[in-house]
Every structure is written in structure tokens, then in C-alpha cells.
Nanobody, 122 residues
Framework: QVQLVESGGGLVQAGDSLRLSCAAS????????MGWYRQASGKERELVAE???????NYAGSVKGRFTISTNSAKNVVYLQMNSLKLEDTAVYYC????????????????WGQGTQVTVSS
């Protein structure tokens, strides 16, 4: 029933910034773990950044220092701040993760968003 919805993609010039957002289509408890992935034309989908409910983060080497993953205080929305965008960042960006679905701490199935297009031009 819960779906992830990404927003914030668009067409920008190299060096510009974007902030992507990923939120559940319905009210949920906090997420267990969330990640941003991207897939460029002709390439495999790759992990860009991930964050756990405890706040641990990891980044792909190609974006480290430029991108920042974060959450809102309720930990039910995840953001990806993208600075100093490069042409090679052009891709469809997907949100992926799972959410706590009960007060006992049970975690629901991992789900994917439909993606948001980020296009960086010169």
C-alpha cells in the first residue's frame, strides 16, 4: 500500500544544485533504512547514498563531498542535496528503502520509487 514518491528532479546546468525528496504516499512510521540510487542511460543502477534510522550514512565515491543525504525530524522523508552537479550525474534517481510498520518495530518490505529525472547540461 505504501509507495515512495520522488520529487525535485529537473534540468540544470553543470555546477548547479538540486535537492531531491523521497516521501511515502501514506503516513508511515520512521524508515528503517533508505537509499538513493541512480541509473544513467546504458549503465547499471548504482547506489548513490544510503542512510539508516540510526543516522549512519554511506556515499558512492563519485559523489562524496558533493551530495548529502539527510532526513526530516520524523525520519519519514529522505533528501538528497546535490551540489556541484556534473554532466555525468545525469540519470534517473530512485529512492529505495523500508519502513517500520508497527509499534513493535516490525519492518515492511523494501520498496522502490518510480524515479525522478536529473539532467545536467553544459
Amino acid at each position: 500500500q505504501v509507495q515512495l514518491v520522488e520529487s525535485g528532479g529537473g534540468l540544470v546546468q553543470a555546477g548547479d544544485s538540486l535537492r531531491l525528496s523521497c516521501a511515502a504516499s501514506r503516513r508511515t512510521f520512521s524508515f528503517n533504512a533508505m537509499g538513493w540510487y541512480r541509473q544513467a542511460s546504458g549503465k547499471e543502477r548504482e547506489l548513490v547514498a544510503e542512510i539508516t534510522g540510526s543516522g549512519n550514512v554511506n556515499y558512492a565515491g563519485s559523489v562524496k563531498g558533493r551530495f548529502t543525504i539527510s532526513t526530516n525530524s520524523a525520519k519519514n522523508v529522505v533528501y538528497l542535496q546535490m551540489n556541484s552537479l556534473k554532466l555525468e550525474d545525469t540519470a534517473v534517481y530512485y529512492c529505495n528503502g523500508d519502513y517500520v510498520i508497527s509499534v513493535e518495530g516490525a519492518v515492511g518490505p523494501r520498496i522502490w520509487g518510480q524515479g525522478t529525472q536529473v539532467t545536467v547540461s553544459s
